[in-house]
């Protein structure tokens, strides 16, 4: 739907250029739940820019729905950006303007439509968006909540292919976060638009997306399902973010090498797995104890998991971990604590190589 091919930005600086993105590739598919996440000053509202054609990036081409749209213009342009609805961290509403009349602002500036067909395309969006009994207020009546789901219903104004939520859920507190997230996903259920969440915050991307890319100094340093890229994390950037979302499931990355013996495993349960006794019942058959050092336990998206690092003693440590791995649990032996060298330049889960104990 959205595809990036190698996109750079620099911007002019005192110094000379400074750039922002440098050689961004991703692939966004129809349908689906993508997040963008980095730290402060990553490059993610840069990314934004160029995703809705506000800005044109200094190398690198931009497709949407599989047309090259780098160049586009005029009336093209005009049609294109609206095929991408925004939503904003401070909803931008316009303050003079009712509910309802700040969802018919994008419909009225198309001038496709009657006045009429306006009130009944506005109507049936503030039914989506829970506000129908808002209508008549003005923003400064309405809670954060409230007002973001405004934001949503007006970037929907145009039947959009594609929603832009640039850090839409980070002036909220986290019940109206969830909240607001949910919307998004029922919105992206019921009319398969597909949606681009930015944000700085982990437990957004786990809650909500499909798949995610990490972006870091204006790169993209890990991306792949959010499955992967939360309980597998490679990146020091990712680590980062990840420990800020869990700061005790965090500590799963931050044991210190002399905790870490040569049995140490780090055990993944996902699935049906994450309910199942099966690392007792394990150790029991192998005649194995074994130490839980740290671990997490949560959902991505719906589906549970749940992670361990524990260390094994006793007869037959090899026997259980081929035991583990057989009833699906992902085992990856801990040799110490990850660095920079390691992380980057060890193979995803599954290709994994496993030196055996
Ligand atoms: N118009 C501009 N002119 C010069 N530099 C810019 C411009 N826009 C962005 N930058 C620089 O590009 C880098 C990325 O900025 P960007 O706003 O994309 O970051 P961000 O990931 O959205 O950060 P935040 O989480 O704080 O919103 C920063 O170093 C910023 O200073
Ligand atoms: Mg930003």
Redesign the pocket.
């Given at each position: 739907m959205v595809r990036l091919e190698s996109i750079s930005?620099s911007?002019?600086?005192k110094d000379g250029p400074?750039?922002?993105?440098d050689r961004i590739d991703l692939s966004i598919a129809k349908g689906e739940i993508f997040g963008i996440i980095?730290?402060?000053?990553?490059?993610?509202?840069?990314?934004?820019?160029l995703i809705n054609l506000l800005e044109r990036p200094t190398g690198g081409e931009v497709f949407v729905a599989g047309e090259r749209v780098t160049d586009a213009r005029g009336e093209r342009l005009r049609e294109l950006r609206r095929s991408i609805g925004m939503v904003f961290q401070h909803f931008n509403l316009l303050s003079a303007r009712t509910v309802a009349r700040n969802v018919a602002y994008p419909l009225e500036l198309t001038g496709r439509y009657g006045k009429d067909e306006i009130t009944e395309k506005v109507a049936r969006l503030l039914a989506r968006v829970g506000l129908s009994e808002h209508a008549h207020k003005h923003p400064r009546e309405l809670s954060g909540g409230q007002k973001q789901r405004v934001g949503i219903a007006r970037a929907l104004a145009c039947e959009p292919q594609v929603l832009l939520c640039?850090?839409a859920t980070s002036a909220l507190d986290p019940q109206t976060t969830g909240a607001v997230l949910d919307l998004l996903r029922q919105i992206n259920r019921d009319l398969g638009v597909t949606i681009v969440l930015?944000t700085?915050e982990m437990d957004v991307i786990r809650r909500t997306c499909d798949r995610v890319a990490v972006?870091d100094r204006?790169r993209v340093v890990e991306q792949g399902p959010v499955t992967d890229v939360f309980l597998h994390p490679r990146h020091p950037a990712t680590l980062r973010l990840v420990r800020e979302a869990e700061p005790d499931g965090g500590s799963l990355e931050a044991i210190s090498a002399s905790e870490l013996g040569s049995s140490t495993v780090r055990l993944t349960f996902t699935g049906p797995n994450a309910h199942r006794p099966i690392l007792g019942r394990i150790a029991r058959e192998n005649v194995v104890d074994y130490a839980i050092l740290a671990g997490r336990v949560g959902h991505i998206r719906e589906a549970p998991y749940a992670q361990f690092i524990v260390s094994l003693s006793g007869r037959d440590i090899a026997g259980a971990i081929a035991g583990l791995r057989a009833s699906g649990v992902d085992v990856e032996l801990q040799g110490g604590p990850q660095t920079e060298q390691t992380a980057v330049t060890s193979p995803r889960v599954g290709e994994r190589a496993l030196h055996v104990v």
């Open positions: 930005k911007f002019a600086g400074v750039s922002a993105l980095g730290s402060s000053g990553a490059g993610k509202s840069t990314l934004v820019r640039d850090e930015i700085h972006i204006g």
